[in-house]
């Protein structure tokens, strides 16, 4: 029977009803699929492999002799690690293994008996050696097979192996193969040319391949499934060409979906507002400081934009400290000016607040009005500032997600902010814009984003770099220590105190044990409450009321209070230029990226600021490894690509909404060449055909669509 990619894998020789239930609970639907259920590795099973040729990370096979087996207890513990030590004419590596595959494993290999090894070579500190590899007789009768081989490696599912896998693959290249040969057939039959092949269609148009030497995608899923020796090295590096063009597919798909996006925004009409910088110009005057350059820089591209009469979609990144606030209050001021309204919009209710009370105090007295709203407002508040909102009697209105609620009617909105919220991506801008709004965007990072991710996730907008510290800034010293020194940090606590500076000290809330972190809180603020009574110790954290949590967040600001012990609500955005000690505890339960941003809460002032990250007891390898990534790298943007390296891309953004959870071979670190690459072969073709009108972008346009459900659903 022919196939093409969209025929259900049952139709598969080898596949039945139970294979195919199996199949599609890992999202393998049909022929389509299964060829991009791609090889997780490659065994390269080079014959005549020497030992003395080995290197560490390859997977090999290595046909050599037993030379001596034997166990050894590991430490105290009862548990035995067992040796298999083998050797050939260049040298000897031994194979190690941590548990008995099965009784009677090893009395099956005698010493000088003839063996083939297959596994990872692993470099256990500076030797070379296996570590639970398959060992197998080589039998009397094996012919000393000089055959090359590198087989595909597939990630098992539940009861289909890998190679069972790779059969199932074999055996749909067989069929789709024969649908050609059919073709080929009929067309000499008939005289009639088809386009393209049955069961293969290439959506990168042939121009596109042509301009970046792509290869063809029918062969480059046979090259990665049925994979050649002579590839060996590339193949087993995950980048052989036929690798990078599935990787530019990958990236192509959600590029293009960008690029029209951004075309598409370019086409609506949004406020088209006019050079005018009275209200701008007082604001800097009054300012106790200069702006920095990339402040002014900044904000002239936003000032820019708003000119154009179509929406802004602009990112503002700058590292955390870097006055991105103040560029979103010029920015409001600019439209104000022009008679229009605008939102800032951040995650929590205390930043809410904290942008409150700034928007005020630079605002007011320039006559602008200053609103707010949070979700924890009671409703007759709540109703008051919608009432103010809808009759215009607001222009700048600051709040958490209730902003974006249904009932929320703006009078004339045109400038929506959206502060320190990386994960306010392409998909909720277009949940307003579905709502009939289409406003000048401007988003504030909450944490510098490595360009790869700046281009996927963000791909649509325009970026603005702050890449400037305000004057005057001294780097934070940061340093790890371990709990059993506590008593030392507390005593550096008391010193900076007794200079007049404020501290904070955070404790993680990890989910799972929400209550036992909220304990580690309370108990550390009743503590140093006893230890020190000099001390005047708040406490803060997310099971306190919106009033509560105000009220302690107003104290510190105030400089009523000398320490402020709280759970990571304070994470982002808090702003007291006075405090100057940041003490993280459990510093081993944050991410890379969460550590930078609690950082950040000090160094805003003119004193020289301080960051202990206490390490607890049961500190794994990662843990001190961030820990040490801190010490050494202030730069915002060099500590979120190590995240990204370390964590990647799906925990960095939480992937859903990235619109990157459809990456299968590709690798946001590894591939930024052919991102790049997608990224220009995408914005080629919308400046083409922005419509994808012409026949040859037909199957373009329909992966455009699923591309786009994907991410805005
Ligand atoms: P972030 O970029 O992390 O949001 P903020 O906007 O909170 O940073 O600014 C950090 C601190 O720096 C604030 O106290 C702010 O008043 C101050 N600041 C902003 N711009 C300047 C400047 N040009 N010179 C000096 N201080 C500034
Ligand atoms: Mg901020």
Redesign the pocket.
């Known amino acids: 029977m022919s196939v093409n990619l969209s025929t259900p894998v049952q139709y598969l020789k080898g596949v039945g009803p139970k294979l195919g239930q199996l199949l599609g609970k890992r999202g393998v639907e049909n022929i389509g699929d299964l060829l991009e259920f791609y090889p997780r590795t490659y065994e390269d099973r080079r014959a005549m492999r020497q030992i003395a040729d080995l290197q560490p990370e390859q997977r090999v096979q290595v046909r050599v002799q037993v030379i001596k087996v034997r166990s050894q207890n590991l430490g105290r513990t009862r548990r035995k690690m067992y040796e298999v030590l083998v050797g050939d004419s260049s040298g000897r590596i031994a194979c190690k293994f941590f548990r008995v595959p099965y009784r009677g494993y090893f009395e099956r290999f005698s010493e000088q008996s003839l063996v083939k090894v297959t596994g990872k070579v692993v470099d256990y500190r500076g030797k070379l050696e296996f570590h639970h590899p398959t060992i197998e007789p080589v039998l009397p009768d094996e012919d000393e097979s000089d055959e090359d081989l590198i087989i595909p490696i597939y990630t098992e599912i539940e009861t289909i192996s890998s190679s069972k896998m790779q059969k199932l693959v074999e055996n749909a290249f067989k069929q789709l193969d024969e649908g050609v040969k059919e073709q080929r057939a009929k067309e000499f039959e008939t005289g009639y040319k088809f386009n393209s092949i049955p069961g293969f269609v290439d959506a990168v148009p042939k121009w596109i391949r042509e301009k970046y030497s792509l290869m063809d995608r029918r062969q480059a899923l046979k090259q990665v499934h049925l994979p050649d020796i002579k590839q060996a090295e590339a193949l087993l590096e995950l980048r052989s060409p036929a690798h990078q063009r599935l990787i530019f597919d990958e990236f192509f798909g959600l590029e293009l979906f960008l690029a029209s996006r951004k075309t598409e925004v370019q086409k609506k009409a949004a406020p088209k507002m006019s050079a005018k910088f009275q209200l701008v110009d007082e604001l800097k005057r009054s300012?106790p400081?200069?702006?920095?350059g990339a402040?002014k820089k900044s904000f002239e591209e936003i000032a820019q934009d708003l000119q154009k009469g179509h929406p802004m979609h602009r990112l503002v990144q700058?590292?955390?400290?870097?006055?991105?606030?103040?560029v979103s209050l010029l920015a409001a001021c600019f439209a104000c000016e022009n008679g229009y309204q605008s939102s800032i919009m951040v995650p929590t209710e205390i930043l809410a607040e904290q942008h409150y009370i700034n928007a005020k105090k630079y605002l007011e007295p320039l006559g602008v009005r200053v609103g707010y709203i949070v979700g924890g407002m009671k409703a007759k508040e709540k109703q008051e500032v919608y009432e103010k909102i809808a009759a215009g009697e607001i222009d700048l209105c600051v709040g958490t997600h209730a902003l974006i609620q249904k009932d929320v009617a703006f009078k004339k909105l045109a400038l929506v902010i959206i502060?320190?919220q990386h994960r306010f991506g392409v998909q909720q801008r277009a949940e307003l814009m579905d709502k009939g709004l289409s406003p000048h965007f401007l988003v504030?990072t909450a944490t510098p984003i490595p360009r790869t991710l700046a281009m996927t996730v963000y791909g649509d907008l325009d970026v603005s770099v702050?890449n400037e510290l305000?004057?005057?800034r001294q780097p934070i010293v940061t340093r790890k220590t371990f709990s059993s020194k506590k008593d030392k940090v507390l005593q550096f606590l008391n010193d900076q105190i007794a200079k007049g500076r404020q501290a904070y000290i955070v404790y993680p809330l990890v989910e799972e044990s929400e209550k036992m972190d909220l304990k580690n809180a309370v108990d550390e603020h009743k503590k140093l409450v006893e230890q020190y009574p000099n001390l005047r110790v708040g406490l803060l954290h997310g099971k306190m009321k919106p009033a509560e949590k105000e009220q302690v967040m107003k104290l510190f600001r105030d400089h009523q209070l000398d320490v402020l012990v709280s759970t990571t609500v304070i994470e982002v955005?808090v702003?007291v230029?006075n405090a100057n000690l940041m003490i993280i505890e459990h510093a081993e339960r944050f991410g890379l990226s969460q550590l930078h941003q609690l950082r950040?809460r000090v160094g805003?002032?003119e004193h020289k600021s301080y960051c202990v990250l206490v390490l607890g007891y049961a500190v794994g390898e990662d843990g001190q490894k961030r820990a040490e990534i801190m010490e050494q790298h202030s730069d915002g943007f060099k500590i979120a690509e190590k995240d990204l390296e370390i964590r990647g891309p799906g925990e960095f953004l939480g992937t859903r909404q990235s619109g990157l959870a459809g990456f299968k071979l590709a690798n946001l670190v590894r591939d930024l060449d052919l991102l790049q690459l997608a990224r220009k072969a995408a914005f080629d073709v919308v400046e083409k055909d922005p419509d994808l009108k012409d026949p040859e972008h037909i199957h373009l346009k329909q992966a455009l669509e699923r591309h786009r459900m994907r991410v805005i659903g």
């Open positions: 300012l400081f200069e702006l920095t402040q700058g590292d955390v400290g870097s006055g991105k606030t103040l502060d320190e504030m702050i305000p004057k005057g955005g702003d230029p950040g805003r002032g």
